[in-house]
């Protein structure tokens, strides 16, 4: 297939040629967002903008700062969002001592529990037991006021709505147990995505409450699937590119403690398996190869009848390649990992979500340009430091 250039946002240049889509797509994964950050950081400055984010949870947090800021002001109010929420627990330099960094790590998890993270949540004033049953005092622990206040002054709902740039978050309905999408640039959803959508993304329970968007309530999307990679390959309508944030590794080692086995559940829990939906994909896209090759022989009588033209519309798709960034554990993480908000644990996430876009830029940029140049469809993962893994269609 020919390669057609991105048109739709303004990009500088750029380190690897783009295609007309670039979707960038972020998992829930509380305090191991700012990992995002860094990747978002790092591809901005390489000159490559997504036309596209879609997140879950915290994702979504990230996806709303890009999609509702001009390109110039996404990195500085990212980086005002994690300074803020980061800014209950100061950022003590450690020795580099795996037993003294779980302690601290814990106990800055610990702090969380108990008093909240700023311009995020903060503890109810009533107990669970002693609320109202049906309020959200009863159904949760904390108050998410203030996340709405930090979203409505971060971001521009106009331009969410009405920019260049593509926005899906995804929650789930409490009652039905369906997972629903909110999507600008979906003309089947009519809605308006505003700070609601957001934080109904990320309501994780018991913690956070539910959040009640035009009489329905919903909960944390990553109940369901914490990652909205599927969403975006479903609705591909051209050559694509999409980098893909895994905030948990799906492999990991054989646990040996209790901390580990904590780590290692969650990781397995809220990986969503993603390195299976973009094998699927790919093979999908193999069958539609050999269905294109088909079409390609019949005789033109043939090819015109539209049964023949339906099948054509459901193969032509266009190239995709999904990059995967993820996010490697410190030995001293423990289950708590996704709300331990203290400011040494955010810069270190950050700048690993930094690297981790540098690794891969230096390790198989070349052949991702060359493929997306081609109009081939792949997965590109890192495996061993300077090792780029490559999966064709």
Known sequence: MDMRLSSGVARRHSDLPLPPDVALVLQGGGALGSFQAGVVESLFARGIAPNWVAGISIGAVNAAIIAGNEPDDVVPKMRSFWELVSGGLPNFMLPQNDVIQEFAHLSAAAAVAMFGVPGFFRPNGMPAPFAVNGSREATSFYDTGPLKETLDRLIDWDRVNHGPVRLSVGAVDIETGNFDYFCTGNPRWKGRIDARHIMASGALPPGLPAVEIDGRHYWDGGIVSNTP?????????????????????????????????????????????????????????????????????????????????????????????????????????????????????????????????????????????????????????????????????
């Open 229 to 393: 990679l599927a969403h975006v390959i479903d609705h591909q309508e051209g050559d694509m590119l999409v980098f893909q944030c895994d905030l948990f590794p799906a492999e990991g080692p054989l646990p040996r403690t209790m901390t580990d086995v904590l780590a290692r559940q969650k990781d397995i829990q809220f990986s969503s398996r993603t390195r299976m939906v973009t094998d699927q994909y790919l093979r999908l896209r193999r069958e539609h190869h050999a269905m294109q090759r088909l079409l390609n022989k019949l005789p033109p009588e043939i090819a015109a009848l539209p049964q023949a033209q339906a099948v054509r519309d459901i193969v032509d798709r266009g190239s995709l390649n999904v990059v995967h960034l993820i996010y490697r554990g410190r030995e001293w993480e423990s289950g708590a990992k996704d709300f331990e908000f203290s400011r040494r644990t955010m810069l270190d996430h950050w700048a690993q979500g930094d690297a981790a876009v540098a690794q891969v830029i230096d390790a198989g940029g070349r052949l991702i340009a060359q493929n997306i140049l081609d109009g081939k469809s792949a997965s590109f993962d890192l495996g061993a430091p300077g090792d780029i893994k490559e999966k064709q269609a």
